[in-house]
């Protein structure tokens, strides 16, 4: 069974563009979250996405949103981007329901010149 | 859960010995606790998980002992190998939603062969 893919895997950007990250949750799991990995702060929670509909949402601005497909794929998007952004943009994929584990992609490393 | 700084507490292990990593988590409600392993490069791998119903629950050479009284969970890995060298991170789930997993700041496991 194929994990949790998220593309791409690196990406540079500069400050004031935008930048939109994929993810492809583990065939049959329908919960997926997002999470941003810096040494600063460490892994912190963005959104949770289920059937289509943000379920939860952590403490980022408004310029983190995210989406997610019919087919449980999601996608993040950064607008207008900060130095501050930079990091290791991880996802997540779960089974419905309460207290199953999340399964982490490899993340996409993301640096803003 | 507390941030992650630039200096991770690190413990160093010998080959063949027992490794104990320890964590305090922050939310007297949580109910689901989950220990993850992350290699440089990759997202955090799924080790083990324990619910607040349980104090104690054993894996393949791993055992995750779980006291709420104060807080406190830890993870025994036995007959450390030097394939266990990585960072491993407790999470806790609480408020109601699975998908929203709170971090704590990691240990650097070092095992030397």
């Known amino acids: 069974k194929a994990g949790v893919t998220q593309t791409p895997r690196y990406l540079i950007k500069t400050r004031g563009q935008q930048v939109t990250l994929s993810c492809s949750p583990i065939s049959g799991h329908r919960s997926v979250s997002w999470y941003q990995q810096t040494p600063g702060q460490g892994l912190q929670f963005l959104f949770e996405y289920f059937s289509e509909t943000q379920r939860n949402k952590g403490n980022f601005p408004g310029r983190f949103s995210g989406r997610q497909f019919s087919n449980s794929r999601s996608e993040m998007n950064v607008s207008t981007l900060e130095l501050g952004d930079s990091a290791l943009y991880l996802c997540?994929?779960?089974?419905?329901?309460?207290?199953?584990?999340?399964?982490f992609g490899d993340g996409t490393r993301l640096s803003i010149l | 859960g507390e941030s992650v700084g630039l200096h991770l507490p690190t413990l160093s292990v010998q080959e063949g010995d027992n490794s104990i990593i320890n964590c305090a988590y922050s939310?007297?409600?949580?109910?689901?606790f989950i220990w993850y392993k992350q290699e440089s490069g990759k997202g955090p791998q799924f080790i083990i998980d324990i619910r607040s119903n349980m104090d104690k629950r054993q894996g393949q050479r791993v055992t995750v002992l779980l006291n709420k009284t104060v807080k406190h969970l830890s993870l025994q890995i036995a007959a450390t190998q030097p394939g266990d060298s990585a960072v491993y991170f407790c999470a806790e789930n609480y408020g109601g939603s699975q998908g929203n997993l709170i971090f704590g700041k990691g240990t650097k496991l070092s095992v030397k062969p």
């Open positions: 997540a994929s779960s089974l419905l329901g309460s207290n199953q584990p999340q399964h």
């Open positions: 939310n007297s409600a949580s109910d689901y």
